[in-house]
C-alpha cells in the first residue's frame, strides 16, 4: 500500500495539513516544555488554535516523541504505517477469539486493513481521526463479545477499545455506540438473563469516562464558556446531504472500475461478493446469527447513506453533526469484513483450497490498491495545489475552522486586521509588542483606564500577567483576547490551561494505573484457577 500510494504529503487529502499542523503543534509543544498543556500558538497567522481540546490528540503522544528526533513529516509516516499495521492485527484477534477460525480471522484483516473505504480515509479525505477509529473498531467488538456470550470478567477490553476510539474520533466514537446499542437489543434476553453482564457493561462504561477525562472534561468546559463556528456553519447534515442512488451503486463496485470525474464513497465490490456468499452458508450456529446481525446493520447503514434516508426528519436530526452520512461505511466495512471472512471459512473447508482462495484474496486486495491509487491521483491532483500553502480560503490549515470562536467574522477579517492591538477606548498604545513563541509581550503606554484587544483566538485558559499580578481576561466582541489596562506596564500573555484541564489529566493517568493493576491482579487470580 505504501509503496502503491507513496507517502501521503506527496498527494495530501482534504484535511491532510489540518492533523498534520495538529501533530506539528504536539511536537512544538515536547520540544518547547508546554506540553501537556498548550496552543497551536502558530496557527491561523499566529492567533493561535485550540484545536486539541475538541479533537483529542492522545493517539499522537508516542509518534510526536518520535518526531521530535525525526521530524513530523517521516513520523507522521510512521503513524499511518504503524496504524494500519495494528489495524490488521486487532481485526485478526478479535475475529479469532470471537469465531475461533484464524482462517476467518485472516480473511477479515485482509479485507478490513486494505478495504475501499479506509483507503478514500487515508489518502482522498486525509481524514486522520476515522483512519484511528478504523484500528480501534475491533477492540470495542471484542470488548462487546466478552460482555454479550464471552468471559464478562473482561470487561475492560470494551472500555479500553471505547477510550481508545473517543480519543481517536468522536463522531466515530457515537456511530460505534450507536451500532452496539442495537447489537445489546438483539442479545436483550440474555443479559437480563446473567444481571451481572449488564453490571459490568456498565463499570466499563464509567471506567471509560475516568480514562477519557483528559479529554471529556476540558471538552465541556470550552463548549460551557463560549460558541463556536461548528454550531452555526453549514457543516451540519441538513436533509439533503445523502449520496445519490446511482453513487451508492459504484460505492458497491468500486475498487476495481471507477466512473470518470466522480469521487466515489463506498465499500468497494470485494466486501460486496464476499457477503453475497452467504447465499451459500447453511449452518445455524449462533456464530453465524452474530455474524448476520452485523450483515443486517450493514445493509440499514448503506440504506441510511442514501437519499432515501429521512435525515430531515426527527429524531435522525439529533445525528446531524456526523456531517457526511457516508461516515457509516466505516462500521459497514468492518461488519461486512467480519461477514466475508467468516462465510469463506464455512464454505472454503480444505486446507489447499484455503490457500488458493486466500491468494486469490490477496491478489484482489492489491489490484484495488492499485486501481485506487490511480482513481485517487486522477481526481485529486489540484488538492496538493490548493492546500500548499496556508491561505484564507482553508483558514489558513484550519478548514472549516469549526473550534474558532463563533464572533470571528472570516480568515479574511484575520488577514486584514494582522498582528495589531487595538485599543477599546483609544486610551492605551501597545509598544514594542514582540511574540517569543506561545508568549505574547507587550509594554502597555497609558495613563487611564482601559482594554486592549489581542491578536489572539479567545479560549478559556487564556492569563495575562502584569507586574506580577493577574489580569483578568475576557472575550472581544469580535471572539478575541481581550485585557484591561490601566498603568504603563509590560504585560505578558500566554496559554496556561485551566484547572479542569490540570485535574482531568491526573483523573485519566490514574485511571489508567488503575486498571493496568486490577488487570493484572485479575490474570494472575484467572491463571491460579
Not at 404 to 412: F, N, Q
Amino acid at each position: 500500500m505504501i509503496l502503491v500510494f507513496g507517502p501521503a504529503y506527496n498527494h495530501p487529502g482534504y484535511d491532510y495539513y489540518f492533523h498534520l499542523k495538529r501533530f506539528e503543534a504536539m511536537i512544538t509543544a515536547m520540544q518547547e516544555g508546554t506540553f501537556p498543556f498548550y496552543i497551536d500558538y502558530a496557527a491561523a497567522l499566529k492567533y493561535g488554535y485550540l484545536s486539541r481540546v475538541f479533537y483529542s490528540d492522545v493517539i499522537f503522544l508516542p509518534f510526536a516523541a518520535l518526531g521530535t528526533l525525526i521530524g513530523s513529516y517521516e513520523a507522521y509516516e510512521v503513524m499511518l504505517f504503524t496504524m494500519t499495521v495494528l489495524c490488521g492485527v486487532f481485526m485478526y484477534i478479535a475475529v479469532d477469539k470471537i469465531y475461533k477460525s484464524s482462517y476467518a480471522a485472516f480473511l477479515a484483516g485482509i479485507l478490513y486493513t486494505f478495504s475501499v473505504y479506509r483507503f478514500y480515509d487515508i489518502y482522498n479525505r486525509g481524514a486522520l481521526g476515522e483512519v484511528f477509529a478504523f484500528t480501534f473498531i475491533p477492540i470495542v467488538f471484542l470488548g462487546l463479545y466478552y460482555i454479550i456470550k464471552g468471559d464478562y470478567r473482561k470487561w475492560y477490553i470494551i472500555a479500553a477499545g471505547f477510550s481508545l476510539l473517543i480519543f481517536s474520533h468522536v463522531i466515530s466514537t457515537v456511530l460505534t455506540f450507536i451500532s452496539v446499542v442495537i447489537i445489546l437489543i438483539f442479545y436483550c434476553k440474555s443479559m437480563i438473563k446473567e444481571p451481572k453482564r449488564i453490571y459490568y457493561l456498565l463499570l466499563a462504561g464509567v471506567v471509560t469516562l475516568l480514562i477519557t477525562a483528559a479529554f471529556i472534561f476540558p471538552l465541556l468546559e470550552q463548549m460551557q464558556a463560549n460558541h463556536y463556528r461548528y454550531e452555526t456553519n453549514d457543516w451540519t447534515l441538513p436533509a439533503n446531504a445523502k449520496i445519490p442512488l446511482d453513487y451508492v451503486f459504484w460505492g458497491l463496485i468500486s475498487g476495481f472500475y471507477y466512473p470518470k470525474d466522480i469521487s466515489i464513497v463506498g465499500i468497494g465490490i470485494q466486501l460486496t461478493s464476499v457477503i453475497l456468499l452467504r447465499i451459500f452458508v447453511k449452518d445455524k450456529s449462533a456464530a453465524l446469527k452474530s455474524v448476520d446481525i452485523g450483515l443486517l446493520i450493514g445493509i440499514f447503514y448503506i440504506f441510511a447513506s442514501s437519499k432515501l434516508f429521512p435525515w430531515g426528519r426527527f429524531p435522525f436530526t439529533l445525528l446531524s453533526f456526523i456531517q457526511y452520512p457516508g461516515r457509516l461505511y466505516l462500521l459497514v466495512t468492518f461488519f461486512f469484513a467480519v461477514g466475508g471472512g467468516y462465510y469463506l471459512s464455512k464454505i472454503v473447508t480444505k486446507q489447499k483450497t484455503r490457500l488458493i482462495v486466500a491468494a486469490f484474496v490477496i491478489i484482489c486486495t492489491g489490484t484495488v490498491i492499485y486501481m485506487h491509487n490511480q482513481n485517487f491521483r486522477l481526481l485529486h491532483v489540484h488538492i496538493g495545489q490548493t492546500n500548499k500553502e496556508p491561505n484564507p480560503s482553508n483558514f489558513f490549515y484550519l478548514n472549516g475552522a469549526e473550534y474558532v470562536p463563533d464572533r470571528i467574522e472570516s480568515a479574511y477579517h484575520i488577514l486584514f486586521r494582522g498582528d495589531t492591538i487595538v485599543s477599546i477606548d483609544g486610551k492605551a498604545k501597545a509598544e514594542n509588542q514582540q511574540r517569543e513563541k506561545s508568549v505574547l509581550n507587550i509594554n502597555v503606554n497609558t495613563q487611564d483606564a482601559d482594554s486592549l484587544e489581542l491578536p489572539l483566538f479567545y479560549y478559556k485558559g487564556y492569563t495575562a500577567e502584569i507586574d506580577n499580578e493577574t489580569l483578568p481576561v475576557r472575550q472581544s466582541k469580535n471572539g478575541l483576547v481581550q485585557i484591561p489596562v490601566d498603568k504603563s506596564e509590560d504585560v505578558k500573555v500566554y496559554y496556561k490551561g485551566t484547572i479542569i484541564q490540570k485535574v482531568s489529566y491526573c483523573i485519566s493517568i490514574l485511571a489508567i494505573f488503575a486498571l493496568c493493576i486490577y488487570i493484572i491482579i485479575q490474570r494472575k487470580r484467572t491463571s491460579k484457577t
